[in-house]
């Protein structure tokens, strides 16, 4: 059964910076879309960026600047590079992987950012 691990998240103090990863414990065919997600507590969880298998991405318009999405289609690993962290950037942190047959969820990480 194929799991996504995320790492890298943890304590930054404001305008600090952390990079998140989420990688594939097996191969996964015919991959779609790749994203993360986040949900703050008392908050639906939100869409933040997501990549196409072509390299296009899209943002939330509260992290357009300062945060960078990327993937590796080799390896299937999906990250998420923050920049200039706010204390509302505050969340769990979730990588999703849209492939033809099945929708992929991390475990969550947290973020917490201090002002």
């Known amino acids: 059964q194929v799991q996504l691990v995320e790492s890298g998240g943890g304590l930054v103090q404001a305008g600090g910076s952390l990079r998140l990863s989420c990688a594939a414990s097996?191969?996964?065919?015919?991959?779609?879309?790749m994203g993360w997600y986040r949900q703050a507590p008392g908050k639906l969880r939100e869409l933040v960026a997501s990549?196409?298998?072509?390299?296009?991405?899209t943002y939330i318009d509260s992290v357009k600047g300062r945060f960078t999405i990327s993937r590796d289609n080799a390896k299937n690993t999906v990250s998420l590079q923050m920049s200039s962290l706010k204390p509302e950037d505050t969340a769990v942190y979730y990588c999703?992987?849209?492939?033809?047959?099945?929708?992929?969820w991390g475990q969550g990480t947290q973020v917490t950012v201090s002002s």
């Open positions: 999703k992987i849209v492939a033809s047959v099945h929708t992929y």
């Open positions: 097996t191969t996964i065919f015919s991959i779609n879309n």
């Open positions: 990549i196409t298998v072509g390299g296009m991405t």
